[in-house]
């Protein structure tokens, strides 16, 4: 019991010092949420529900609402996609294996804010990268206006986002990798199993701890990422690529509606709370099984 004691005792500041981090903002934003609160953050009435009432009311939140699910879906399963077969092949035995893993992590060392705007300018419509490389290899007569239209600009930030999580997913599987022991697939090829087997049977059971990993931690990161939409569209035009956190910022920031914006983040802050719970307690029960 000394020694337990102990160990609670040891962890107990960092605990307390976590606890006040997480529990005082978020007793500050259900606070906001549930008053009129006036553009300086003075609050005024208690209005209870009033602020998510509005919310759902309003088309545009709505919209940003399913888009910021499409959104991060969309980057976590193309991040996924590509990282797996990334990793496959970074943890082979080649030439130059070392240079490879450095180029592909390169974009890691990068801000994401300067990385989406290196993007916007490779995507303008009059002078971007893309455009002339398109037109030189004889693929489009004119420009296109990539980021003009929702359409063609949404598409682009996933791609952009699945670009800037790649180095990091791919980080977490070749871990993973590391850790599969040879012997499993010498003994399988001689028991006739081809690459796909091995695959299949081999290293994506033994690499699914890290893929769950990879999926909670991109999900929670990709849902509250700002820098990508902000910086190559400003949620423009007219709205289309909102999606919550520039929309939480645009109610905040511009329009000074601070209990909206307050009842907005609670709103991401219970997805995502609701999602990990879910997606961990499923991966729990798979590994049991």
Known sequence: MGRRATAY????????????????????????????VNRFGLLRAFSGLANFRTLFADPDFLAALWRTLVWTAGVVGGTLAVSVPVALMLNGDFYGRGAARVIVMLPWA???TMT????????????????????????????IQWLAEASTAFPMQILIGIEASIPFTTTILLGGLSSVPDELYDAAAIEGAGAWDQFRFITLP???????????????????????????????????????????????????????????SLIMFGVLLVFTLIYVRLAMREEAA
């Not at 705007?117 to 303008?124: C, D, K």
């Not at 699914?208 to 939409?229: D, G, Q």
């Open 9 to 36: 005792c040891l962890i107990l500041p960092s605990f307390l010092l976590a606890a006040f981090i997480v529990l005082w903002p978020l007793k500050e934003i259900i606070n906001l949420a549930l008053h009129d």
């Open 110 to 112: 990068v801000s994401l």
């Open 116 to 143: 989406a705007i290196v993007w916007r300018w490779a995507l303008s419509g009059e002078s971007g990268m893309l455009n002339s490389g398109l037109r030189g290899l004889g693929l489009i007569d004119g420009n």
């Open 206 to 264: 033994l690499l699914r701890p890290f893929i769950n990993i990879a999926v909670v931690l991109n999900t929670i990161y990709v849902f509250n990422s700002f820098p990508i939409i902000w910086a190559t569209t400003q949620g423009g035009p007219a709205n289309s690529t909102d999606i919550l956190v520039t929309y939480l910022y645009k109610a905040g920031f511009r329009l000074g509606k601070l209990g909206e914006a307050a009842a907005v």
